[in-house]
C-alpha cells in the first residue's frame, strides 16, 4: 500500500512539474531587491531519484543547509500519509469507468499489452480501474528504474531529498501550495485526454521500440537545464484549459504567495525555493511574475561538478603548456 502511495505521489509531482514558458537555460537564480536584507534563490527540480537529477548538488546543498534560512518547495512533503490517502482517493475513475471505456478494442489491446510487458505487470488489474495520467507516469517511471541498471545512490527524489536535508539542519520547510489545491489542476484534464495521452505514448514507443523514451528525453534536457524543450514536451497535448489549471493559475499562485513570503520576511530571512523546472521561465513564469511585482531575478551559471573539474584540468593544461 506505501509503495503504491509512493508510486502515486510520484506521479503528481511529475504531472505538475513543467509549464510553458521561454527563458535563460539555467535551473539556479537569485532573488534580490533592496528592500530584502538577504538574497534568495529560486531552483528548478524534477521529482524523480535519478542520479542525474542530482547534477548541480555541489552548488544548491550549501544554500539549503547552510546559507538559507527557509526551504520552500510545491509542496511540503513532510506529512506524506495525508497526501498518499488523498492520492489513493483520486486515481481511481469514477463510477466504474475502466480502460475498455475509453479506447477502440484496438488500441485497449495496445494498451494493456504494454501494462502487461512492463515492470509493473503485476499492477494490471489495478491499473484497469486507474486514471490513465497515473498509468502513463508510472510506466514511464518503472522503464526508466528498469532501463538504469543500478540502484540510485539517493532513496528520496529530488525535491524529497532537499526537504529532508533541510530538516536536518534545522531549517523551517515550506509549501507553495497545497495537495488540494494540485489535485484541482490535475482534475482539469478530461478522461479522454488523459487515455489519449496514455496511448500516444505507448503507441509511439511501439513504432519505434528503440527509440528515446519520453522519460528519458526528459532527463536529457534536465541535465541541460533546457527548461523551455522541457515545456513543449510535456505539455504539447494539453487542452488549453488544461494548461491554464496546469500550469498558468499555478505559477501565478505561488510566485504570489513568495512574494508575500519575502516582503513579511525582509529584514532577517532568505528563502531556497525549489519548484518544478518548467515553472520559472516566459511571461507567466515564476521568475517573470516576482519581477513584476519588483525583484531582481537573475541566472546563475551553475555547472555540475564534473563540467568544472574538466575546466579545471583544460585550465591547468594550457598554464603548463
Known sequence: M???SLILMSALALLLSFAPQKSVAQLLWKISSDELA????LYGTMHV???RAFILKDTWYPLITEECDVIAGELDMGNLMAM????MTLAKMPNDTTLADLYTDEEYEL???AIKDSPLSNMSQMFNTMKPIFISTMLSEAKRSSQEGKKPKHSEALDAYMQTQAK?????????ETIDEQLVALESMTLKEQAD???????SESENNEGESEMEKMMRLYVAQDINSLYELTTSSLSAKASGELLSIRNHRMAERLGKALQENKADKSYFVGIGAAHLAGEEGVIELLRKQGYKVEPIDAK??????DVKKKKQKVGEE
Do not use: C, F, N, W
Not at 38 to 41: I, Q, T
Not at 84 to 87: A, G, L, N, P
Not at 304 to 309: A, I, L, M, Q, T
Open 304 to 309: 555540475p561538478s564534473e563540467v568544472k573539474e
Open 111 to 113: 494498451v494493456m499489452g
Open 168 to 176: 536536518k539542519h534545522k531549517k523551517e520547510v515550506i509549501g507553495l
Open 2 to 4: 506505501r509503495k503504491i
Open 84 to 87: 498518499s490517502m488523498k492520492m
Open 197 to 203: 495521452l496514455l496511448y500516444q505514448s505507448i503507441a
Open 49 to 51: 531519484t535519478d542520479d
Open 38 to 41: 538577504k538574497d534568495s534563490y
